[in-house]
């Protein structure tokens, strides 16, 4: 799927020794983009994609964006655990 091969270049950019990280932001974005639009807002698939982001965010030192990033995504995480343990 395309998203994947976005996010995986993301990622590349991200944690390469000669990292770019405009291009993993191209990248990421691209990715978060195509999961939303895909799976929507909620999906563990799409939180993976915040996650990523906020990781890159953190990289960028833009702290307050990387900690809504990773807010986003622990919420999506921990409403679907919520109700695959409801029974």
């Given at each position: 799927?395309?998203a994947?091969?976005?996010?995986?270049?993301?990622?590349?950019y991200?944690?390469?020794p000669i990292?770019?990280?405009?291009?993993?932001?191209?990248y990421?974005?691209l990715a978060?983009?195509?999961?939303?639009k895909?799976?929507?807002?909620?999906h563990t698939?799409?939180?993976?994609?915040?996650?990523?982001?906020?990781s890159?965010m953190?990289k960028l030192?833009?702290f307050?964006?990387a900690?809504q990033?990773?807010?986003?995504?622990?919420?999506i995480?921990?409403?679907?655990?919520k109700?695959?343990?409801?029974?």
């Open positions: 799927e395309s994947n091969l976005y996010k995986n270049l993301g990622i590349l991200l944690i390469s990292s770019n990280l405009f291009k993993a932001e191209e990421l974005k978060m983009d195509i999961r939303e895909k799976f929507g807002i909620y698939e799409t939180a993976k994609s915040y996650s990523h982001m906020g890159l953190k030192k833009k307050n964006e900690e990033y990773f807010q986003k995504s622990l919420n995480l921990l409403n679907n655990l109700k695959s343990n409801v029974h």
